[in-house]
Nanobody
């Protein structure tokens, strides 16, 4: 089992920045690939960014490329999402997730098995 706890959400003006953290605990949590997802009111959950277990590979949704940066510190079992140049359309509950690849799949085709409770990010215009 892996437990995930997000923090760092809040209210920020458009153009501002926030850094989200996701603290992982549990057996061998550092072996997991990690991802950030978000869900805005009335919309489906969408992928934001992912990082492989070593931190050597990252992928981003087109909507956040160049503005968001995902990173991880395996010594601290923590994953981060640095969000810059925030826009009102970034408003959502942000979730971190942990998973592995299965079969012949390779990163970023991850089967996310563990999810945090989410942290609210609100960007005002």
């Amino acid at each position: 089992q892996v437990q995930l706890v997000e923090s760092g959400g809040g209210l920020v003006q458009a153009g501002g920045s926030l850094r989200l953290s996701c603290a992982a605990s549990g057996r061998t949590s550092y072996y997991y690939h990690m991802g950030w997802f978000r869900q805005a009111p009335g919309k489906e959950r969408e992928f934001v960014a992912a990082i492989n277990w070593s931190g050597g590979s990252t992928v981003y949704a087109d909507s956040v490329k160049g503005r968001f940066t995902i990173s991880r510190d395996n010594a601290k079992n923590t994953v981060y999402l640095q969000m810059n140049s925030l826009k009102p359309e970034d408003t959502a509950v942000y979730y971190c997730a942990a998973g592995v690849t299965t079969g012949r799949s390779t990163f970023p085709s991850v089967n996310y098995s563990y999810w945090g409770q989410g942290t609210q990010v609100t960007v005002s215009s």
